[in-house]
């Protein structure tokens, strides 16, 4: 281990997110794991749990109590929702800087967050500090941050592909609408019946049609970049696909612009933000096990209508890799060290 490379801690080692912040941080140069924790599977080697680590994770899953996070350098928090906030806190206060993949410390209005969520916050004191984890938007911040709220995966696509429009000024802000589908590990590691295989494959729905816990995090980022409020519908679905977001965005233009090349420049020095050539139309497989969003824009018939599409790995820039982006930006790393991974195809 490199002098100025860090000790990093997993809480909750055993889900998607975990797994898949295991399988980049084994080949991170700068990154040395020293505690990945489970309550349930403390004791077991985490290649015995995840077969694809053997060879490069030799730890086994340590109680949390036990695991000295206190003497990490920075603690990732791979937990179901409501575990960071209420842990956040002494690590801290004890020096460690925390990057939260949950939602805890997302939603800057904590009574809209106990809204969406259905309980107490526990530690509503950080999240006025929190820095939200969206690299595009708040790198600087996210430099000096302690603690960071790493997006979700539907609110980094919708984000990522509405902020040009938003930020140019070019679009009705009162009539936003984000189409949104996702693979089912967005759903997490866990049992439940609408996750099963014959429930999901062969099959397509939407879901939360009515409310989506996503939609305040999104909406917060999209007024944000505005300036003002916005109003979004925002509709997710269910696909039968382990892996991936598609997200397809309609604003109605209210100027004249160049959408193209509006786009490219907005985001020609994000190294993991690709802007796709005019007409094309990204898939999710370009983007399988990789840390990039890539986009495209349309104008059909040259109409008054502007269609994003914008497509993630909802692991990784929708989640893990995202979080070892801003990792690496809070340590002064290259943005890239340990993401330049090349897209699974087929």
């Keep these: 281990m490199a002098r100025n490379g860090i000790k990093v801690g997993i809480v909750g080692g055993t889900g ?12 991170h140069p700068q990154c040395e794991l020293a505690a990945i924790t489970s309550r349930k599977e403390a004791g077991m080697a985490v290649a015995d749990l995840f077969p694809n680590l053997r060879g490069r994770i030799k730890q086994k899953f340590a109680d949390p109590a036990k695991a ?17 906030m209420g842990e956040a806190r002494a690590l801290v206060d004890a020096g460690v800087r925390v990057i939260d993949i949950a939602a805890d410390f997302r939603i800057r209005d904590v009574a809209l967050w106990e809204q969406w969520y259905g309980v107490k916050h526990a530690c509503p004191e950080l999240v006025a500090e929190a820095v939200y984890g969206l690299p595009e938007v708040n790198r600087e911040r996210i430099r000096e941050a302690r603690i960071v709220a790493n997006p979700g995966c539907y609110p980094t696509a919708v984000q990522l592909g509405f902020l040009p429009l938003i930020e140019a000024g070019v679009v009705d802000l009162d009539h936003l609408i984000a189409d949104a589908k996702s693979g089912v590990s967005g759903a997490g590691r866990k049992a439940e019946v609408h996750t099963l295989l014959a429930e999901a494959s062969d099959n397509f729905k939407a879901y939360g049609v009515t409310g989506h816990r996503h939609q305040p995090e999104i909406v917060q980022g999209l007024a944000q970049a505005a300036g003002r409020p916005v109003n979004l519908v925002f509709v997710p679905h269910l696909v039968p696909m382990i892996r991936g977001i598609h997200a397809t965005l309609y604003a109605r233009l209210t ?45 059909p018939q040259g109409g008054d ?42």
Excluded: W
Excluded at 17 to 26: K, P
Excluded at 68 to 74: K, Y
């Design 16 to 27: 998607y997110t975990g797994v898949e912040l295991l399988r980049l941080l084994a080949l």
């Design 68 to 84: 000295g996070l206190d003497t990490c350098d920075l603690v990732f928090f791979a937990t179901p929702n409501g575990v960071a």
């Design 255 to 299: 100027g004249k612009a160049d959408l193209q090349a509006l786009y490219e420049k907005r985001f020609a020095k994000e190294g993991f933000v690709d802007v796709l050539p005019a007409g094309s139309h990204p898939d999710t497989r370009s983007v399988r096990g990789a840390n990039f969003c890539r986009i495209a824009v349309h104008q």
């Design 305 to 346: 209508i502007a269609v994003v599409l914008s497509v993630i790995d909802n692991l990784v820039k929708g989640a893990s890799g995202q979080a070892v982006q801003n990792m690496n930006i809070m340590f002064g790393f290259p943005e890239a060290t340990g993401l330049e991974q090349i897209a699974l195809s087929p």
